[in-house]
């Protein structure tokens, strides 16, 4: 990127991230999450650490905040509440420290790690021992007077609980300081909050520091107080005999205020250690954390290390791995699905979230990407939780150049060049070809997933190998593989290859619901699978050969197969037709010979559980995966159903619900929580 082009982009990343600050700080109202936000901040940074000259004293960069709400009488700050620079890294914490004992001859210091508390900073002023004032950080200069509110917190002393004596002769009690920390709201009350929001069939808060800043926010301290806010410290603004940071909390504690553990590291290693196991403990803790705070720990060295910017250089703010970020669309490329379906596949600048590297993301369909206006060449805000796949929730158009390009579906498959049609009331683009390598492979890739035979080792990679060396021509080549004959293939040896053929032969015996969704039926899901697998075996019990349950697959009629629950017409027609063709005749032949097995439970004799129950999950469950309590739902008669509809009986509520949350509430429909749902399920 030159010159001109680093302007015209810092240009319009300032203009956006200054209308996004506005929105939050000074209109409470969040218009973009906070880790995209952090993603533009960064971005901005690291262009204007490239192109120094380019730096104006209007850049984000620069100031703290926004300004305060005018409804609440300013407040002056007797010293600028100041933000801290952020890392992103180990690579960018460990440079931090290298160019900072730089500054300090003959430095000889250690460090301070926090958790960095997802809340409000605050400032609270004691007169004599007595709490007098209590205000928002504002602009870093000027805060809001937010005392009466501030005042309902049971965690602000509102007078000091006892005197430290090593502070001079009891200096607090008689003179003025400030202590500096955050509101915040427990994960448990939050969770009760929005609780009894949903009960009054009222939206519930989009999380826990959204719901701190309102509450401080409200001119009604009666409000505040119902909401049951806590407050951390993490700073005394005074000058006492204190040497080291850890200190000043210690002191913090003496005099009543709460304060979070911390660790006390040597060096770089050891405050990775520590970032590491607080990383694992953060879901656990009581309030919501999206980093940490790295501090020197002597209080000594701040003054001479001094500030860049408006950022102190002692601390810095390590931000745990987003999971929304921002990055850039390079190119759309359509990829072909095992059942012909044409997908659009953004090609994304590399970016790391959720704490892996990603560089892909589906698009959906030609309709998906009209309605969220996604060109080639966009800016846009990527979301990934945990192994979820990657996918594009927001274009921020505001950073266009004009040099965008919209993306137009291909009328010829890009694998075969077969003619791409669209059946009417479909949103997904199709190869005409039904021998498209391209759902040859995707099938395989099916076949051997999680929710099908799950041949552990046998990922995409592995199945590209097989079919670029002839080894495999459909799923059922794969029992008759040798070690002999993977081992030379790439990044293969002799153990991997026994170990990939031991997980093969490993799987010839599978229960008749993951068979069926194995085949990659057009329509046929996991549910619907189970749905067949229970009608089969009302006919049909123990354990089969696939030739076997073919021949009972051909004397069923197409009103029968329409005519099952979960089945209906359409998906009907495609078993149907599956069932009469010579391709499923002759593959489930060759699954015979390789020496498959099939097993079907008999009929239950008694009412299930939850026969008759829908259940829909959304969001991120802590102690079960969805697909172990989709099976679970399954396995007491009910059905788990990827949509909210007025039949769905609950909808179980994980971390970061989706859409599916808000639909539910607009129906009516029971919201449950996790340890409500494990005991439906009877897997406490």
């Not at 929105?23 to 999450?33: A, E, G, M, Q």
């Not at 509450?215 to 806010?229: C, G, N, T, V």
């Not at 959304?618 to 697909?627: F, P, Y």
Request: net charge neutral; glycine share 6%; aromatic share 6%.
């Amino acid at each position: 990127m030159n010159k001109s082009e680093a302007k015209d982009r810092i240009d319009k990343l300032k203009a956006s991230i200054n209308q996004y600050r506005y929105d939050y700080h000074v209109l409470n109202k969040s218009t973009i999450p906070d880790a995209a936000l952090d993603s533009l901040k960064h971005e901005l940074s690291q262009l204007e650490s490239q192109f120094p000259d380019l730096i104006t004293s209007d850049s984000p960069t620069q100031r703290v905040a926004g300004q305060p709400l005018k409804q609440f009488k300013k407040v002056a700050h007797q010293k600028r509440m100041m933000s801290l620079n952020d890392v992103f890294s180990s690579e960018e914490l460990g440079d931090w420290t290298v160019r900072i004992s730089k500054l300090v001859s003959h430095a000889n210091w250690d460090y301070l790690v926090e958790p960095k508390l997802d809340g409000l900073a605050v400032s609270l002023i004691y007169q004599e021992g007595q709490m007098v004032l209590g205000a928002t950080r504002g602009d870093g200069r000027v805060g809001e007077d937010v005392t009466q509110n501030l005042r309902t917190i049971e965690a602000v002393p509102l007078s000091l609980y006892r005197l430290d004596s090593r502070l001079r002769g009891n200096d607090i009690a008689r003179g003025r300081f400030e202590v500096r920390g955050e509101v915040v709201i427990s994960r448990k009350n939050f969770a009760k909050i929005n609780a009894e929001q949903t009960k009054k069939g009222l939206p519930v808060y989009a999380n826990p520091r959204n719901l701190a800043a309102g509450s401080i926010r409200q001119l009604d301290p009666k409000l505040a107080a119902s909401r049951h806010l806590d407050f951390v410290a993490y700073q005394v603004m005074a000058d006492f005999d204190i040497l080291t940071h850890a200190e000043e909390h210690q002191l913090l504690r003496n005099l009543g205020f709460k304060s979070l553990d911390v660790g006390e590291c040597r060096d770089v290693r050891e405050i990775r250690d520590f970032l590491d196991d607080l990383q694992q403990k953060r879901e656990h803790l009581p309030y919501q954390t999206d980093g940490a705070v790295i501090s020197v720990n002597q209080k000594s060295y701040w003054e001479p290390l001094g500030f860049v910017g408006k950022a102190p250089r002692y601390a810095v703010a390590y931000k745990f791995a987003a999971e929304e970020v921002t990055t850039k669309i390079i190119d759309i490329q359509v990829q072909v699905g095992r059942t012909g379906a044409l997908t659009p596949v953004a090609i994304m600048e590399p970016v790391v979230v959720a704490g892996t590297t990603v560089s892909r993301a589906t698009l959906h369909n030609q309709d998906e990407i009209a309605r969220k206006d996604v060109r080639i060449g966009d800016t846009v805000i990527l979301r990934k939780a945990g192994d979820v796949i990657p996918e594009v929730v927001q274009v921020l158009t505001e950073l266009r150049t004009g040099k965008e390009k919209k993306f137009v579906m291909p009328e010829k498959c890009p694998l075969c060049e077969s003619k791409v049609v669209r059946p009417e009331g479909e949103a997904v683009a199709r190869c005409a070809n039904k021998n498209c390598f391209g759902q040859e492979k995707e099938q395989l890739v099916h076949f051997v997933s999680r929710a099908a035979f799950d041949v552990d080792g046998a990922g995409e990679a592995v199945i590209d190998q097989l079919l670029d060396n002839d080894l495999i021509g459909d799923a059922a080549d794969l029992f008759f593989l040798k070690v002999g004959d993977v081992e030379a293939l790439d990044r293969f040896a002799q153990k991997s290859a026994d170990n990939l053929i031991t997980a093969i032969a490993a799987r010839k015996t599978i229960a008749l619901n993951r068979f069926l969704y194995s085949l990659g039926i057009r329509h046929v899901g996991e549910q619907t699978a189970f749905a067949l697998a229970q009608f089969l075996s009302n006919k049909v019990s123990g354990e089969i050969t696939p030739t076997d349950l073919w021949h009972h697959l051909q004397k069923i009629d197409l009103e029968t197969w329409q005519e099952i629950d979960d089945v209906g017409v359409v998906v009907g027609q495609s078993i149907f037709d599956y069932a009469s063709s010579s391709i499923g005749q002759n593959l489930m032949q060759k699954f015979t010979k390789a020496g498959i097995k099939i097993t079907i439970p008999s009929p239950s004799t008694h009412t299930l559980p939850l026969t008759g129950k829908t259940f829909v999950f959304t969001g991120e469950m802590a102690s079960l995966t969805r697909e172990e309590a989709e099976s679970k739902v399954r396995e007491l008669g009910g059905k788990a159903s990827s949509s909210v509809s007025a039949k769905t009986d609950y909808v179980v509520v994980g971390e970061n619900p989706g859409s599916k949350a808000d639909k539910a509430r607009e129906l009516h429909v029971k919201i449950i929580y996790e340890k409500e749902a494990k005991n439906l399920l009877n897997m406490v």
